[in-house]
């Protein structure tokens, strides 16, 4: 049996076992305190979201907003999770089809049947454990899920930013449709990386920088994701560098499309330099964008 191992456990959250389960308790406990309007605003069926994959100290209290609203309707069957790409240098999606990952909480079952169905559907997916070995973008997301979704399988996803990441995320989308059991749809990717360290200043350094890379730059993806704008989303990371994982997040909103979502509703937008402020009152020189962002499919959509 394949067992993935976690890669990042003691770096972007804690690999001991009681410290990683009362981080993942803070976290949602804190964005089910700070839900807001927009949580409420939510309309019809939760299908999926599309949370960041830092550190949890950077991005956790933002990914939990999704998974907290998540946890809100009936516990899946499955969870499909589309993955960003940071080493893995393949052209097609790679599926981790068998066994299971172990994290700080203990293994996560594969859902075999779903990964079988899902490559007899496209040859742009192709079975690929290996490429998942030192990929963080999912790992950061397993524990909420465990702590949430106890007995849920999963099958991850990695997706290249390509334009074939919007025919992966349909035919993923095609065969959850048929597919006889609960399934939701999470997919990943942080915004705009700005800063030296980033090698990305267009508008200098200061506020003003700051406030661009978010308000104006982050903005432009995250309208076109609640927009469900799939098709424009790799093109547009690419020209404006706002997003590290814009095949992931062309993949999930196909894919929910398809399940019958209309309509995306961003719960937090925030950066890496605001969250530092607030926790220890400063910043550094750089930040990373993060949103948190719900699918939902109304009942006459269905």
Same mark, same amino acid.
């Given at each position: 049996?394949?067992?993935?191992?976690?890669?990042?456990?003691?770096?972007?959250?804690?690999?001991?076992?009681?410290?990683?389960?009362?981080?993942v308790?803070?976290?949602?406990?804190?964005?089910?305190?700070?839900?807001?309007?927009?949580?409420?605003?939510?309309?019809?069926?939760?299908?999926?979201?599309?949370?960041?994959?830092?550190?949890?100290?950077?991005?956790?209290?933002?990914?939990?907003?999704?998974?907290?609203?998540?946890?809100?309707?009936?516990?899946?069957?499955?969870?499909?999770?589309?993955?960003?790409?940071?080493?893995?240098?393949?052209?097609?999606?790679?599926?981790?089809?068998?066994?299971?990952?172990?994290?700080?909480?203990?293994?996560?079952?594969?859902?075999?049947?779903?990964?079988?169905? !899902?490559?007899?559907? @496209?040859? $742009?997916?192709?079975?690929?454990?290996?490429?998942?070995?030192?990929?963080h +973008?999912? #790992? &950061?997301?397993?524990?909420?899920?465990?702590?949430?979704?106890?007995d849920?399988?999963?099958?991850?996803?990695?997706?290249?930013?390509?334009?074939?990441?919007?025919?992966?995320?349909?035919?993923?989308g095609?065969?959850?449709?048929?597919?006889?059991?609960?399934?939701?749809?999470?997919?990943?990717?942080?915004?705009t990386?700005?800063?030296?360290?980033?090698?990305?200043?267009?508008?200098?350094?200061?506020?003003?920088?700051?406030?661009?890379?978010?308000?104006?730059?982050?903005?432009?993806?995250?309208?076109?994701?609640?927009?469900?704008?799939?098709?424009?989303?790799?093109?547009?990371?690419?020209?404006?560098?706002?997003?590290?994982?814009?095949?992931?997040?062309?993949?999930? !909103?196909?894919?929910? @499309?398809v $399940?019958?979502?209309?309509?995306?509703?961003?719960l937090?937008h925030?950066? +890496?330099? #605001? &969250?530092?402020?607030?926790?220890?009152?400063?910043?550094?020189?750089?930040?990373?964008?993060?949103?948190?962002?719900?699918?939902?499919?109304?009942?006459?959509?269905?």
């Open positions: 049996m394949k067992i993935r191992e976690p890669v990042v456990a003691g770096q972007f959250y804690p690999e001991r076992e009681s410290e990683c389960r009362r981080d308790v803070r976290l949602l406990d804190a964005a089910r305190g700070g839900a807001s309007t927009d949580d409420a605003s939510i309309e019809g069926t939760l299908v999926g979201g599309i949370v960041p994959h830092a550190g949890w100290i950077y991005s956790g209290g933002v990914a939990a907003r999704v998974f907290a609203a998540l946890a809100g309707s009936k516990a899946p069957d499955s969870i499909v999770l589309f993955g960003g790409v940071h080493g893995y240098r393949g052209s097609e999606a790679a599926l981790f089809g068998g066994g299971c990952w172990n994290t700080p909480l203990g293994p996560v079952g594969i859902d075999e049947r779903l990964a079988s169905r !899902i490559l007899g559907e @496209t040859d $742009l997916i192709v079975e690929d454990p290996d490429a998942h070995t030192g990929e +973008s999912l #790992e &950061v997301q397993i524990p909420f899920l465990q702590h949430l979704f106890p849920t399988a999963i099958v991850p996803i990695m997706v290249p930013p390509t334009g074939t990441a919007c025919d992966v995320g349909r035919a993923v095609a065969v959850l449709k048929g597919h006889d059991k609960r399934t939701l749809v999470i997919g990943t990717t942080d915004l990386h700005y800063g030296p360290r980033y090698g990305f200043t267009p508008r200098g350094d200061g506020p003003d920088a700051h406030r661009w890379a978010k308000e104006e730059n982050d903005a432009r993806f995250i309208d076109l994701m609640c927009a469900m704008e799939c098709q424009r989303l790799v093109g547009e990371a690419t020209a404006h560098r706002n997003a590290c994982s814009s095949g992931a997040a062309a993949a999930t !909103i196909a894919a929910v @499309t $399940l019958g979502a209309c309509r995306g509703t961003l937090e925030t950066t +890496s330099s #605001e &969250v530092l402020a607030g926790r220890f009152g400063g910043s550094d020189t750089g930040l990373v964008g993060y949103a948190a962002i719900v699918f939902s499919r109304l009942p006459d959509e269905s």
